[in-house]
């Protein structure tokens, strides 16, 4: 049926997977910033340092959750444990954590980030609150 065919993996192929792996702990934080944004449906979870240039981000959506298991406390800490893990690997030891929107995921995305290691100084919540609320209903006309 014909000749079976023999291929060898080229040196150039194992270059490339390695630089992928080492290019997140080639740089070094001492501290950073982590963001928690969480919304009934996902929890958008992301690292920055001091500036609050993005080194890396995740989501439960970005961890294969789909539909309403993207809004659960457990996908939020999967992926607050993806980041903290990374940050360890860059050798992070404190860091200030901003949490925005009302969802589930809020709370667990944080203390899977702090269960990495890493001490938090300082938890600002930066969700918007209204002031001034809906505005009313028209009156009706006869």
């Given amino acids: 049926m014909g000749k079976k065919r023999i291929v060898k993996k080229s040196d150039s192929d194992k270059e490339v997977s390695k630089s992928n792996s080492s290019s997140i702990s080639k740089r070094h934080l001492?501290?950073?910033?982590?963001?928690?944004?969480?919304?009934?449906?996902?929890?958008?979870?992301?690292?920055?340092?001091?500036?609050?240039?993005?080194?890396?981000?995740?989501?439960?959506?970005?961890l294969g959750f789909s539909g309403t298991k993207k809004g659960t406390p457990f996908a939020a800490a999967k992926a607050g444990?993806?980041?903290?893990?990374?940050?360890?690997?860059?050798?992070m030891k404190e860091a200030l954590v901003i949490v925005k929107g009302i969802g589930a995921g809020r709370e667990s995305a944080i203390r899977s980030f702090a269960g990495?290691?890493?001490?938090?100084?300082?938890?600002?919540?930066?969700?918007?609150?209204a002031f001034n609320g809906p505005k009313p209903k028209k009156p009706r006309r006869v």
């Fill in 30 to 62: 001492e501290n950073g910033i982590f963001y928690v944004n969480s919304t009934y449906n996902n929890t958008l979870v992301s690292l920055t340092d001091p500036k609050g240039n993005i080194i890396c981000a995740s989501s439960s959506g970005a």
């Fill in 81 to 91: 444990e993806l980041i903290g893990s990374k940050a360890q690997l860059m050798g």
């Fill in 116 to 129: 990495k290691g890493i001490n938090i100084s300082e938890i600002r919540d930066i969700t918007p609150v």
